[in-house]
């Protein structure tokens, strides 16, 4: 099973500071998907798959409203500020910068 600590070092090249225990409930809540390479990742070419972060992560698992208009804004960001890691990005650093995109780090290490 994945560790927190494994994704550590990626987290803190693009993140503000480093909160471990936020690291460890995205780990958590991803779980058996991150054994597969694919299911492990985020492609930002991929529509469908920036539609289920949408509504997966950032509207499930962090509580944004359904009208907020600047869910989409927020993935792009993120798509951008990861664009040096290349097509795919790790999904625990991604969902890991949306909730501090969000303001939504201390309320997820709760």
Known sequence: MADASDYEANIKVYANGYNQKAAEKIVGHLGIA???RDS???SCSDQGELDRVREK????????AQTSPDIDAGIAAI???MKP???NKSR???YYLLAEHFNKLDALAS
């Open 34 to 36: 991150l054994r597969n």
């Open 40 to 42: 492990s990742l985020v």
């Open 57 to 64: 992560w950032c509207r499930g698992k962090l509580g944004l």
């Open 79 to 81: 798509c951008e500020k």
């Open 85 to 87: 890691e290349g097509g």
């Open 92 to 94: 625990v650093t991604f």
